[in-house]
């Protein structure tokens, strides 16, 4: 009987915190797509071990700020050159030059 309720124990409370909100709660935080911080966290585990729990998540944090860096900056330098009209971005040597 005692096996029985350890084992319930486990399935059902410590299933559901590590498996249910554990997610919810770093993806809430982290402001990643659920799916895929569960499949990154499955994945690391498979690949990494234990510790790939930890890497993988990160990982893909540092992939979606440097995307969203990224999409700041190439929409700001589409915008500056549309702004200009057809007169191309002014670079370093051009700040030399009189015009």
Same mark, same amino acid.
Request: aromatic share 4%; hydrophobic share 55%; glycine share 20%.
């Given at each position: 009987?005692? +096996? &029985? =309720?350890l084992s319930l124990w486990g399935l059902v409370? +410590? =299933?559901? /915190?590590?498996? &249910?909100?554990?997610p919810v709660v770093i993806g809430d935080h982290a402001q990643l797509p659920i799916l895929l911080l569960f499949l990154? &966290?499955?994945?690391g585990? $498979? /690949?990494?071990g234990l510790i790939g729990a930890l890497i993988s998540p990160m990982l893909i944090a540092c992939v979606f700020a440097f995307a969203h860096i990224y999409r700041e900056q190439y929409f700001a330098r589409i915008?500056? &050159? /549309? =702004? $200009? =009209?057809t007169r191309r971005p002014e670079t370093r040597r051009d700040r030399g030059r009189s015009r």
């Open positions: 009987m005692a +096996a &029985v =309720g409370l +410590a =299933g559901l /915190i590590d498996n &249910v909100l554990r990154g &966290v499955l994945g585990i $498979q /690949i990494y915008r500056t &050159v /549309i =702004g $200009q =009209g």
